[in-house]
């Protein structure tokens, strides 16, 4: 059915085309097309090897692309810098969260705040109450407003990972990207993260890397599937799931 005239479909925050990476003639990633819109957490799962950490790679301009493009927010990222392409809005966290050990989880915060104090800039830093409310805010979200004066290496590693993805949101991405991110987490860790994602997602983009199939249920709106640098099959949990090509690269194993 044709859309009335005038409706014009929400564009989508990350658009990605044709995207190929060739490393010595091998294509890790191979034409990939992947569109992302605002307020979804998508997840990327696949075999080992399927590409997944490369394609965050090059949307982080971490790799830069033998061919095709990468738009976020009408930019072409494939032709920026990676300080650039943070300074754009794509906020990407790691596996092994890259914390400073021996501040406390406020200055961790405050450190990562765009006008915020520098590790070598204290001398000269006044706390702003700007500062201040949004190291709070950000705080009561990761869910360490009882911890903010606590050194950062007393937390659990569930509570670092929280605060690093809570420095991440300090900058106020639109794009935050996560490698794995309840890797070593219990299972209450594991829920509350699921909760966390779901409330990060509002008025952003989500894209995460998961073999935890419980995980991606309770996160994904969509799931796409990667083979071989492609994508194999991508929809809902459920059509995905039941797909008898994804079960026989990977879920049946
Ligand atoms: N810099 C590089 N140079 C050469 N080959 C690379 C490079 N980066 C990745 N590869 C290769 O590209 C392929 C895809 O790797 P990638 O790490 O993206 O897979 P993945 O889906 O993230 O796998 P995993 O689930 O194991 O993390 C692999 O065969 C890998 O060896």
Not at 8 to 21: D, H, N, R, Y
Not at 224 to 251: C, D, F, R, W
Request: hydrophobic share 45%; charged share 25%.
């Amino acid at each position: 059915m044709s859309q009335p005239s005038g409706f014009q479909m929400p564009k989508p925050v990350l658009a990605i085309e044709g995207l190929t990476v060739s490393f010595d003639g091998f294509k890790a990633v191979d034409d990939l097309n992947l569109y992302i819109d605002r307020n979804e957490v998508r997840v990327v799962i696949g075999p080992n090897g399927a590409g997944k950490t490369t394609v965050l790679d090059l949307i982080c301009g971490k790799t830069k692309a033998t061919a095709g493009s990468i738009q976020f927010e009408n930019r072409e990222l494939t032709k920026m810098r990676e300080f650039d392409i943070v300074r754009a809005g794509v906020g990407r966290k790691f596996q092994n969260p890259s914390i400073y050990e021996n501040l406390t989880v406020f200055e961790n915060l405050e450190m990562s705040y765009p006008k915020g104090r520098k590790v070598f800039g204290a001398l000269f830093f006044k706390r702003s109450a700007e500062v201040i409310a949004r190291v709070e805010q950000i705080a009561a979200e990761i869910m360490l407003t009882d911890n903010l004066y606590l050194q950062a290496d007393l937390l659990s590693h569930g509570q670092k990972q929280w605060l690093e993805i809570g420095m991440l949101l300090m900058q106020d991405p639109a794009l935050l990207m996560l490698d794995e991110p309840v890797a070593g987490m219990s299972v209450n860790e594991r829920m509350q993260t699921a909760e966390l994602l779901k409330r990060i997602s509002k008025g952003r983009s989500v894209l995460v890397i998961e073999h935890d199939m419980e995980f991606v249920k309770s996160i994904a709106h969509k799931v796409t599937v990667l083979h071989q640098g492609k994508v194999l099959a991508e929809g809902s949990m459920e059509a995905v799931q039941s797909n008898p090509k994804v079960i026989e690269v990977y879920l049946g194993h």
